[in-house]
């Protein structure tokens, strides 16, 4: 039987960072999808990279601090391997057509600055020179210049490239069946190709993590939170930065998922391909992907009022994808099994892409026995407490 130091299940951008991370560690990797590479909900999503939409406050704060850490570990992939993934630091903008939400987007934006974030509430005269698409009657508007966009597929791909050509192996649709956990390390039972053991199981498998740990008698409360994009065509209307209606953040925090209704709050993202990507939506409705219209107008209805201009644009496409959340709306990262030979990485819910890179760093430094500042937080035993 083949044996591993690791074996990581997901090519999703959990997975890509944490494989990476494992190799620069120097253990000997074997990468499994029972799909393609990064088929789950990272092909099916914004690429934003945001430490805008996050509170410095309360057990929340652990994703503020986790977001500045893991842009450092984006900036170090791009150094290290190249910008392959349209990796762009463009900046972000919350704005808010309501003038009672002035204060409170102000305070977000002093919570930050005292912090060390580049952050600024800008002078009306400055609106449209930093974010020309918005209403010209916006009240207010926050400026993260700092905040950073990605093409999720792209990372994914390029990290592959880089680690299939270190010698990593790599298993492309071939699903983990079996997980038979021993003294020694665990064995791995899969659908096509021979059984392999390995010191370590990585699961990166996002809202299907649960499935592979029931068998074990493990449970994880993975949540899929449905999201929808709507696609519009290429056109000259300028995009400049990341722009989100400053509603969208309590959007993301109230965790219901007793509620099917669909939640929407406008984001805008120009993409390099001139396309412009209208979000989103959060909806709980199980592991239902199918795009439902009557959401994706409510997202355009939200997104016109912001930036009027994307009225005169057709849309070409609408996706959806399922944000893995858990009841706390804080990640599930590290060991989940007695003997610490089993762990999960997921729980990212809807700023997956932002932590892909601390959450690969954390991996990394907990399977060679070095601390995490945010393995407490994050630690997936919490649920079983
Ligand atoms: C509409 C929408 C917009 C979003 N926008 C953003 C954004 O702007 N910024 C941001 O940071 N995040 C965003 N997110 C969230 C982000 O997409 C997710 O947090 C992230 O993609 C989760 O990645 P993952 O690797 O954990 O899971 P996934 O990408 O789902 O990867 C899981 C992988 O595991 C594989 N797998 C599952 N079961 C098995 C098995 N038994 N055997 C082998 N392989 C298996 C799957 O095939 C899949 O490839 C958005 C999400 C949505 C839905």
């Given at each position: 039987?083949?044996?591993?130091?690791?074996?990581?299940?997901?090519?999703?951008?959990?997975?890509?960072?944490?494989?990476?991370?494992?190799?620069?560690?120097?253990?000997?990797?074997?990468?499994?999808?029972?799909?393609?590479?990064?088929?789950?909900?990272?092909?099916?999503?914004?690429?934003?990279?945001?430490?805008?939409?996050?509170?410095?406050?309360?057990?929340?704060?652990?994703?503020?601090?986790?977001?500045?850490?893991?842009?450092?570990?984006?900036?170090?992939?791009?150094?290290?391997?190249?910008?392959?993934?349209?990796?762009?630091?463009?900046?972000?903008?919350?704005?808010?057509?309501?003038?009672?939400?002035?204060?409170?987007?102000?305070?977000?934006?002093?919570?930050?600055?005292?912090?060390?974030?580049?952050?600024?509430?800008?002078?009306?005269?400055?609106?449209?020179?930093?974010?020309?698409?918005?209403?010209?009657?916006?009240?207010?508007?926050?400026?993260?210049?700092?905040?950073?966009?990605?093409?999720?597929?792209?990372?994914?791909?390029?990290?592959?490239?880089h680690l299939r050509a270190r010698?990593?192996?790599y298993r492309f649709y071939d699903?983990?069946?079996?997980?038979?956990?021993?003294?020694?390390?665990?064995?791995?039972?899969?659908?096509?190709?021979?059984?392999?053991?390995?010191?370590?199981?990585?699961?990166?498998?996002?809202?299907?993590?649960?499935?592979?740990?029931?068998?074990?008698?493990?449970?994880?409360?993975?949540?899929?939170?449905?999201?929808?994009?709507?696609?519009?065509?290429?056109?000259?209307?300028?995009?400049?930065?990341?722009?989100?209606?400053?509603?969208?953040?309590?959007?993301?925090?109230?965790?219901?998922?007793?509620?099917?209704?669909?939640?929407?709050?406008?984001?805008?993202?120009?993409?390099?391909?001139?396309?412009?990507?209208?979000?989103?939506?959060?909806?709980?409705?199980?592991?239902?992907?199918?795009?439902?219209?009557e959401v994706l107008k409510l997202?355009?209805?939200?997104?016109?009022?912001?930036?009027?201009?994307?009225?005169?644009?057709?849309?070409?496409?609408?996706?959806?994808?399922?944000?893995?959340?858990?009841?706390?709306?804080?990640?599930?990262?590290?060991?989940?099994?007695?003997?610490?030979?089993?762990?999960?990485?997921?729980?990212?819910?809807?700023?997956?892409?932002?932590?892909?890179?601390?959450?690969?760093?954390?991996?990394?430094?907990?399977?060679?026995?070095?601390?995490?500042?945010?393995?407490?937080?994050?630690?997936?035993?919490?649920?079983?407490?």
């Amino acid at each position: 039987m083949a044996s591993y130091d690791a074996v990581v299940v997901g090519t999703g951008i959990i997975g890509s960072f944490a494989s990476l991370h494992l190799a620069d560690a120097g253990l000997k990797l074997l990468v499994v999808d029972r799909n393609g590479l990064a088929a789950g909900t990272s092909r099916a999503s914004d690429g934003n990279l945001l430490i805008s939409d996050k509170s410095p406050d309360g057990p929340m704060g652990l994703l503020f601090d986790m977001t500045l850490d893991s842009f450092k570990h984006w900036d170090a992939m791009i150094a290290a391997l190249g910008n392959h993934c349209e990796y762009d630091r463009k900046g972000a903008t919350l704005a808010t057509l309501d003038p009672k939400q002035a204060g409170a987007l102000r305070k977000q934006v002093e919570s930050h600055t005292a912090l060390g974030v580049h952050a600024e509430v800008l002078k009306p005269g400055d609106f449209h020179r930093v974010e020309p698409a918005l209403h010209p009657q916006v009240a207010a508007v926050g400026w993260w210049p700092d905040d950073r966009q990605v093409q999720p597929m792209l990372a994914c791909y390029q990290i592959a490239r880089h680690l299939r050509a270190r010698g990593v192996d790599y298993r492309f649709y071939d699903e983990l069946l079996g997980i038979e956990p021993g003294a020694g390390g665990v064995s791995l039972r899969f659908a096509a190709a021979p059984d392999v053991s390995c010191e370590w199981l990585v699961i990166c498998a996002g809202v299907w993590t649960p499935h592979l740990l029931k068998p074990l008698g493990i449970s994880l409360p993975i949540l899929p939170r449905k999201g929808q994009i709507c696609v519009l065509e290429r056109s000259t209307l300028v995009v400049k930065t990341k722009i989100a209606d400053f509603a969208y953040n309590a959007l993301v925090e109230e965790i219901d998922p007793d509620d099917p209704r669909p939640h929407t709050a406008a984001i805008v993202e120009g993409t390099q391909s001139g396309t412009i990507l209208c979000g989103s939506s959060r909806q709980f409705v199980g592991l239902d992907q199918a795009v439902d219209m009557e959401v994706l107008k409510l997202i355009m209805r939200d997104c016109v009022k912001l930036v009027p201009g994307l009225a005169d644009l057709r849309a070409i496409r609408g996706y959806a994808g399922l944000r893995p959340c858990t009841p706390d709306g804080l990640p599930a990262i590290g060991p989940i099994d007695d003997r610490d030979r089993i762990y999960v990485a997921t729980g990212h819910e809807g700023t997956g892409h932002g932590l892909a890179a601390a959450t690969g760093a954390m991996i990394a430094a907990l399977l060679t026995g070095k601390p995490s500042p945010f393995a407490l937080g994050c630690d997936p035993r919490r649920f079983s407490k």
